[in-house]
């Protein structure tokens, strides 16, 4: 059976003012499908450059990218949804109609979208702040917003961008065992990008370490522990220790370089 996802030979690079900035090249990767995988790396890596091209909000300069072996050629939101660390919600919509815009904008019928985005509140513990708007929702309820929205266009993949990184570590945690269960429910594909060790171990079954700029995979781990995982466990405590050394060693090598 094919990948999900599978990248080909991906190379971007950005023009500045100061020349050609290489983000990223060489890049081989498959995704399986309903596998939860995370992006690894040094920041600055190219990251969040790869999972936009993946979403099709960015050409690479080279390569290709497949969506269930057919290429990908722009967003399409039938089959993939993006979450990012700034949850972007429209601020004079309610957490319900932030939830209905997407299939506000597919046509969907008032009921049907209004049907939806309730049927997602309520089991995300928003029940009662469907009215409020997002200046009255807390940094974790805001992000749940979002990811709600995404789940409502009912796509396969979810690519998502640091969701949790502006929250406080002990939100940060909730969030993610959250997270775990809507993925049991909806069966989606996840490509996940974080900067925390923790986080990626918690959540992915595989973990994709990125060399600092031009980015390219410098290993693949996978995690051999069931759900619900325990952080103290000895093969997460030596799974950090080896994801650490790879990033810290990339991490020097970006700032000797001036990366």
Known sequence: MSAHIEVRDLAKSYHTASGPVHALTGIDLEVQRNEILTLLGPSGCGKSTLLSIMGGMLR???G?????????????????????QDPGLFPW?????N???GLELQGSPPGRRRGIALGLLEPLGLKGFEAKYPRELSGGMK???????????????????????????????????????VVRQTRKTIVFVTHSLQEAILLSQRIVVMTSRPGRIKAVYEVPLPYPRDPTAPEATALRAALW??????????MESGL
């Open 60 to 62: 690479p300069d080279r």
């Open 64 to 84: 290709t990218v497949l969506i269930g072996g057919v290429p990908s050629d722009g967003p399409d939101p039938r089959k993939i949804a993006m979450v990012f």
């Open 93 to 97: 919509r309610t957490a319900l109609e």
């Open 99 to 101: 939830v209905e815009f």
């Open 143 to 181: 992000q749940r917003v979002a990811i709600a929205r995404a789940l409502a266009l009912d796509s396969e993949i979810l690519l998502m961008d640091e969701p949790f990184g502006a929250l406080d570590e002990q939100t940060r945690l909730l969030m993610g065992e959250w997270l775990l269960g």
């Open 245 to 254: 050394g790879q990033i810290r060693e990339e991490s020097l090598r970006a």
